[in-house]
């Protein structure tokens, strides 16, 4: 009995003396807090939005379409592309998928070092408030337009203003937030608001009315841009190539194959998906020269140091 008692009093101090004391498991947590920020700092990070252009790059990022012992790949999620500018601009991303007007902007009035990987698909539709009752672009003659101001929406709404030819003004409002901008849709705010994917397949289920695509239009400003400040060549050819598997992905298998992503990270349900048109890719390749001189053109008329 006695025995048995001394080896029952060995074994708790054996117990002890494994166990780690409070200073120990500190210095530790301590110890994986500093890796991770350092993880992190290494980390090649694109900026994305919830938008169906950035689906190659979620896409290629939950499906680790890319070798992790060569690039360690994260995702900045915004919601505004304003803080996608922030971003470029600061230096805390690597990449980010903007449009031309936004970049050609960054480029020569904040002078941020940039250059092109791709082009993307991204386009926008300006969708009518059915209660509004507009039924074609004549009709916006005293109706209030949200759009993003210094991007392609931007561009956009000077466009359609001018094919429209109201015979009063065309009031235009800043709305960044995407997706605050498609509840302002469903609570009837304003009028009229530019979208893209999925926003916009969402915003025509409520019986609302499409009264112009930038596509039918020939319209192509989406792009992903590659900040050069501090270069990573090897990082950018990784993500790259990641990112023409993603394309072969979706263009294979279609958009709606990723119902999961598409619902996890652009908040869209089970209809809007269903409703989604076949969107295809291309891999990477340089934007249209044209595209880019009417980017131009639209900024050296309204002013590349307009605040």
């Given at each position: 009995m006695k025995r048995t008692y001394y080896i029952l009093i060995l074994s708790m101090f054996l117990i002890a003396g494994c166990g780690k004391s409070a200073k120990q498991l500190k210095a530790e947590q301590k110890a994986k807090e500093?890796?991770?920020?350092?993880?992190?700092?290494?980390a090649y990070k694109v900026a994305v939005m919830p938008t169906l252009d950035c689906l190659p790059a979620y896409l290629l990022k939950d499906s680790m379409l890319y070798d992790t012992a060569k690039v360690d790949i994260r995702l900045k999620e915004y919601t505004a592309q304003m803080d996608c500018d922030t971003a470029m601009a600061g230096g805390s991303v690597?990449?980010?998928?903007?449009?031309?007007?936004?970049?050609?902007?960054?480029?020569?009035?904040?002078?941020?070092?940039m250059h092109y990987l791709t082009d993307t698909n991204l386009n926008w539709q300006l969708i009518a408030d059915r209660s509004s009752k507009l039924k074609k672009l004549s009709d916006l003659s005293d109706k209030i337009i949200a759009k993003t101001r210094f991007s392609g929406t931007d561009l956009l709404s000077n466009m359609?203003?001018?094919?429209?030819?109201?015979?009063?003004?065309?009031?235009?409002?800043q709305v960044n937030d995407v997706l605050i901008r498609l509840k302002m849709l469903q609570n009837h705010e304003i009028?009229?608001?530019w979208f893209t994917e999925p926003q916009a397949t969402k915003a025509l289920q409520g019986d609302n009315n499409s009264l112009f695509n930038s596509a039918d239009a020939g319209v192509?400003?989406?792009v992903v841009a590659i900040m050069d400040k501090h270069r990573r060549p090897s990082d950018e050819t990784e993500f790259a190539k990641a990112y023409d598997k993603a394309?072969?992905?979706?263009?294979k298998n279609g958009v709606k194959y990723y119902a999961a992503l598409i619902k996890k990270y652009m908040q869209a349900d089970d209809a809007t998906v269903r409703a989604l048109p076949d969107i295809k890719y291309t891999k990477v390749g340089p934007p249209r020269r044209a595209d880019l001189i009417m980017a131009r053109d639209f900024l050296n008329h309204n002013k590349w140091d307009r605040s």
């Open positions: 500093h890796a991770e920020i350092e993880s992190y700092q290494r690597q990449a980010a998928f903007s449009d031309l007007i936004r970049t050609e902007r960054l480029k020569h009035r904040q002078k941020v070092l359609v203003v001018k094919k429209a030819k109201p015979k009063y003004q065309v009031f235009q409002v009028d009229a608001y192509h400003l989406g394309v072969e992905l979706i263009n």
